[in-house]
T-cell receptor
């Protein structure tokens, strides 16, 4: 079955540590995205990538980094510079051909900083 | 800066009743999406609206888009308990031209359907 796999599902981190969240898709989508969701709020865009080896900052990129070395993979690193990293992180992908392809989301990774 | 506002943010309904969730946005766009999220889960795509006057229906849910008023509605008909979830609208700030899929989300509407 085609889909988006995020891991880990739950992650605990001590302050000052970097953590990397994995996102893999087998939908053959060119574009991939990382969103952050805080309790009771909508999603906010962290980074996005339209093609391999290229990515752009979203609205809240500070304290995060990404890479896009393969079409299928778009890992997100939450660095120690991120002031308030506890949140639910969602990875998404979409086709870029045609018009208006919606985002398909993974199951999410819940990060808690202790 | 594109802003997307939903109302109401909380909606408690009785089974069998009808209601509408509203999604207003601040800049021109002709691409709007509705998603559903169950507690602790990911987002599921419900509707894709790509033109003025677009109307889509699936079961007890119907979504519409008025790009001139910058307004989308999600209408619930004869609500059932299974519809309890959080509903998000999301707007692509690109009007015509190439979209990068950068969606701006509303705050979400938490819908609870009571027997």
């Amino acid at each position: 079955d085609g889909g988006i796999t995020q891991s880990p599902k739950y992650l605990f981190r001590k302050e000052g540590q970097n953590v990397t969240l994995s996102c893999e898709q087998n939908l053959n989508h060119d574009a991939m995205y990382w969103y952050r969701q805080d309790p009771g709020q909508g999603l906010r865009l962290i980074y996005y990538s339209q093609i391999v080896n290229d990515f752009q900052k979203g609205d809240i990129a500070e304290g995060y980094s990404v890479s896009r070395e393969k079409k299928e993979s778009f890992p997100l690193t939450v660095t120690s510079a991120q002031k308030n990293p506890t949140a639910f992180y969602l990875c998404a992908s979409r086709r870029t051909s045609g018009r208006g392809g919606e985002l398909f989301f993974g199951e999410g990774s819940r990060l808690t900083v202790l | 800066e594109l802003k997307v506002e939903q109302n109401p943010l909380f909606l408690s309904m009785q089974e069998g009743k009808n209601y509408t969730i509203y999604c207003n946005y601040s800049t021109t766009s002709d691409r709007l999406y509705w998603y559903r999220q169950d507690p602790g889960k990911s987002l599921e795509s419900l509707f894709v609206l790509l033109s003025n006057g677009a109307v889509k229906q699936e079961g007890r849910l119907m979504a519409s888009l008025d790009t001139k008023a910058r307004l989308s509605t999600l209408h619930i008909t004869a609500a059932v308990h299974d519809l309890s979830a959080t509903y998000f609208c999301a707007v692509d700030g690109t009007a015509g031209g190439t979209s990068y899929g950068k969606l701006t989300f509303g705050q979400g509407t938490i819908l609870t359907v009571h027997p």
